[in-house]
């Protein structure tokens, strides 16, 4: 439909559990066990393909990986669109 922002797919929202960093690493841990545990249920597993979604279950250096190229694509993309102001160049964020 829009061959210009092919360069910018897979892209769209997400959803996700988040905890401050200062989070003592044994709850974190806790935390990754009991969503990979109910991230293997049925009944999630049927709403995530039922609500059109994807399960990643990504967390630590890979959650954040993602989500800096998540707000690269979607800042450039608005920046391509002519939808923002600002460059996301000034603020640092790298063209995906």
């Known amino acids: 439909m829009y061959p210009e922002f092919k360069k910018y797919m897979p892209w ?7 905890v401050k960093r200062e989070v003592p690493e044994a709850a974190k841990k806790r ?10 249920e049925a009944k999630f ?4 393909k039922d ?3 994807v ?4 967390y ?7 989500l800096k190229h998540w707000q690269s694509v979607t800042t450039w993309l608005l920046q391509d669109a002519e939808a923002t102001k600002v460059s996301p160049e000034r603020f640092g964020i790298p063209k995906p």
Do not use: R
């Open 12 to 18: 769209g929202p997400f959803y996700g559990i988040w």
């Open 31 to 40: 935390l990754v066990e009991a969503f990979e545990k109910g991230g293997k």
């Open 45 to 48: 597993q049927a709403f995530i």
């Open 51 to 53: 609500f059109g979604a």
């Open 55 to 58: 399960y990643m279950g990504t």
């Open 60 to 66: 630590g250096d890979e959650a954040d990986k993602f």
